[in-house]
């Protein structure tokens, strides 16, 4: 098992690599330039060119590349352009908002998502799967800023309900606080991952109960909610724990959208300033940083796989 | 027969179909008397597997109406009992066993947890003398190192092995009659010979009554004491094994039996029965059989048969036939 995860961590090493090769080329293939945006509007061609040659701007673009590499390497992500802080201090800063905010939506998400989905699937074809899907579809289809802004306006403007905007640290507030501010967002956030992890959940089920060894048990005698719950359940989470990992990664990169809407100061924020700004060692540290959770987040993955599925384990 | 254990008076089963309703099963009949042995016998699509299904009420319900006719055990009919009185029949006194074992265990419980759950759901045993009990029942069915093989998954176990945990799950609340659908269809040869004479070990031990269904005549001959044969849903002849090899009634069963390959004569061709089984949702007037008979005559085509007494313990569905014979023995 331990093997297992190292070895899929060393795989990481030569993705994570490409990855952020190509977020470098990206980052310089945008038009703009960060030695303008710190220098300001006003000032001249030549204050310009030497902020350039003060970041060092103005060498080979391979040049550049190595140098963070071999930055990298020793665990130095560099200074961010703009915001004079380390890249790894602005987004230690950041992340415990982001990592909030994923973690209150997924909680709302798993239960609500894969029970809609075994609801649907054991009452296929009624008009409770059918209120399903369609819920399930507009979760999906409705954009998360439009939902996050009439949400904005409903729960907290007209009824006050919630705080429209900002952030409150657990350390700072408490549980209270802290999840007032993030409730919302998250809800928000939830909206297109329950939509996606029913429908996924359904067909998955749809698809156990029609085995062999369904009708195995219900000759055993076994009721119907045992059947549902014992039979069916784990062998409906093998496909559902698959695509997981793919709603988790769209979970960290649909909060770069609500976090925006919400004036929450997490890690998408962070990555829209940086690239407004043409920041390139923030974007590319941030990004390198998103990368390795995707890599994370699939080996937690393959791990629940081998709990999920006896079928599936590590030698 | 005094009161048979089970038996199946009229029952119909339809289906839902793209192309409509379908009779799947048509007003079949049957009785198993108590440590019997009856083999049913037919085609793909006779309708013997939603027939042995309808008696543990398994049938596919989004797609099937609820059969009627009678089903009766002890004292009961089993299409009318409530849901939690027909849970206690299942796999508690009538248990079942399916064709495919690959496919039949769940992947994701442990032998000991499959076997053990009739045990705990019908005797009320708890976890630990459940496992107990699963292991005696693998070494019943004869699986060699049942103590260690008990706490393993099924994809461990090969496809016969799969098929003794099935047979053991079945047989762990000693049920009175087993129905065994296609229990060697999906096993190599000698698996197959196996698996018959445990079943047929078990059934002498435990005195079960056994509804034994297949398409291979060579098992019905082996294991059955008396046989019905199907065809598109119509029961078309019963009779006790041994007459129905040396004297069909039935042109279709004629027919079932010249197909059996023999070992000891050479031949280049097997014979076949001409046609095939008709589709389901077709209307065949008269005799189903009739557009496939070698001996149809007029009135096959015209009126629909009965089935008709044909000796002692015999019935056939084939006018021509029975009084044919009926002449004979007179003669």
Known sequence: MFRGIMMRLSQAVPVLLIFSVMVFMLMHLLPGDPALAIAGPDASPEAVQKIREQLGLDRPLIV??????????????????????????????????????SFVSLVVTLPIGIGLGVVAAYWRNSWIDAWVMVLALLGVSLPGFWVGILSVLYFSVQLGWFPPSGYVPLTEGGVGPWLASLIQPAVVLALFQIGFL???TRSAMLDVLDQDFIRTARAKGVDEWTTISKHAFRNTLIPVVTVLGITLSLLVGGSVVIEQVFALPGIGRLIVQGILNRDYPLVQGTMLLFGFAF?????LVDIIYTIVDPRVRYG | MAVPLLEVDDLTVRFRTDAGWMTAVDRVSLAVGEGEALGIVGESGSGKSVTALSILRLHAAATTRMPTGKIHYGGKDLLTLPTREMRQIRGGEIAMIFQDPMSSLNPVLTI????????????????????????ELLDLVRIPDAARRVDEYPHRLSGGMRQRVMIAIAIACRPKLLIADEPTTALDVTIQAQILDLLRDLQRELGMSVILITHDMGVIAEFARRVMVMYAGRVVETAPVGQMFRRPVHPYTEGLLTAIPKLDVDVRRLPTIAGSIPDPTAVIPGCRYSPRCPQVQESCRRDSPALLPAGPEREARCPPRVAAMAKETVA
């Open chain 1, 295 to 299: 890599v994370v987040i699939n080996i």
């Open chain 1, 198 to 200: 029913a429908r996924i």
């Open chain 2, 112 to 135: 000991a947890d499959q076997i053990g759950e009739s045990l705990r759901l019908h005797q009320g045993v708890d976890q630990a003398t459940a496992r107990k009990r699963a292991i």
């Open chain 1, 64 to 101: 550049q590349l190595l140098e963070w590499f071999s930055h990298l390497a020793v665990g130095n992500f560099g200074e961010s352009l703009t915001l004079k802080q380390s890249v790894i201090s602005a987004v230690g800063e950041r992340l415990p908002v982001t990592l909030s905010l």
